[in-house]
């Protein structure tokens, strides 16, 4: 499937598998639906260095406050219009 993050994923059937590091690195990703963007900005969160996630529209439909809670609560967010 491929690796983000640092981490490599791989599917067969109905099973994946995600080998990872300890610490995850910054990544260019693309979510493409609602629980994969979402997924993608937790990652994110928890990576060292900076993230560019597409696809946040789905983010931005499905949770209309999850971002700005998550800058509140800390997070280095910027976000652009899709």
């Given at each position: 499937?491929?690796?983000?993050?640092?981490?490599?994923?791989n599917a067969s059937g109905a099973m994946i598998t995600v080998q990872g590091r300890s610490?995850?690195?910054?990544?260019?990703v693309a979510?493409?639906?609602?629980?994969?963007?979402t997924a993608?900005?937790?990652a994110a969160l928890a990576a060292e260095g900076t993230s560019t996630i597409r696809g946040?529209?789905?983010?931005?439909?499905?949770?209309v406050g999850l971002l700005p809670k998550l800058a509140a609560l800390?997070?280095?967010?910027?976000?652009d219009r899709e």
């Open positions: 499937m491929g690796s983000a993050f640092g981490a490599t994923v610490a995850l690195k910054a990544a260019d979510g493409k639906d609602i629980r994969a963007a993608l900005v937790i946040m529209y789905h983010v931005r439909r499905g949770y800390g997070a280095d967010l910027t976000t």
